[in-house]
DNA sequence: GATAAGTACCTGCATAATACAGCTAATTGA
DNA sequence: TCAATTAGCTGTATTATGCAGGTACTTATC
């Protein structure tokens, strides 16, 4: 336990929860007028369906450390607003299979590129190995993340 | 605008945007039972409080990016708490002035430590290298960050 | 194949953090 | 002196969330 793991780990423990209130704090601002049907969790939702494909509100919950209920609450206020559908799942006559509509990929990617603008306007004076290199930790911390939260 | 950047850029906010979700994901199943007092803002007034010393409501407001009213509300539970302590701003009779109490400090420094075994912990495997890496690009990013929401 | 146990989803509540509007008191500037 | 500004507080609304309970369906056990 060397004073320079501490420190390291101390500044990585502060950098995460300011980094967390700015989250927050962006996502306040940017989602209030139009697209407020992607605030939080939605938009994560929306991505995930479109990364892996249709599935239920469980498997949803589960990936995104979510209860199932705020899971089907979101899920309500997307297919309300047509961003997807629900459809009986064929071989489960409990659960319903959760599909993006176009109009719900568009208006994610919409979302999802104006984040990347944002992201390319801050980082414009980075180099391109420093861009990747944060990726890169940042996809690994997740994955610390990911392997704690579920031990398996 | 090459395509390494767009998938970079990409793959950031990705991370980021999930790097949130389990923040709030720790922070709701963690900070449930005793030290409620340190959910959200409240640890980050804290620490705040303890590096940059004590100082009014609205310097706090806008340095963690809430509103004062919300500030105001943490450091009433904080005083309750026993974990602040107000006193009038002598240069200012409109002001009132924040400080950590010893018993405060401590609860904010055992918050902090048991962060920082958690990412010890997760970090585990990493070489101080990557460490230190992670920790200097999270900096630049909330510097990034930071410029961007106060252009000034 | 009947019944018990488990699962998927939904709904009704409660909670917690937050913002906004409006208020009072104090300061500052003309 | 008095208008404008500022610091802080309080009332109210919003929003995302979890938990508890209910219903319909599935799976396992005998």
Do not use: C, K
Not at 86 to 98: K, L
Request: hydrophobic share 40%; glycine share 8%; charged share 25%.
């Amino acid at each position: 336990m060397s004073d320079d793991h501490e420190s390291t780990l101390g500044r990585i423990e502060t950098e995460v929860a300011l980094l967390m209130r700015f989250g927050e704090a962006t996502r306040r601002a940017t989602g209030t007028a139009e697209h407020r049907v992607l605030d939080r969790a939605a938009y994560v939702i929306l991505r995930h369906l479109a990364d892996a494909g249709p599935q239920n509100v469980s498997a949803l919950a589960a990936r995104l450390n979510l209860d199932g209920s705020t899971v089907t609450r979101q899920v309500s206020a997307l297919q309300r607003d047509g961003l997807i559908t629900r459809t009986p799942d064929p071989s489960d006559g409990r659960g319903t299979v959760i599909s993006p509509t176009p109009a719900g990929l568009q208006r994610m990617a919409a979302v999802q590129a104006a984040r990347t603008r944002l992201y390319g306007d801050m980082l414009a004076d980075w180099s391109p190995e420093d861009r990747s290199t944060l990726a890169a930790l940042l996809g690994r911390l997740n994955q610390a993340l990911i392997n704690r939260n579920r031990p398996r």
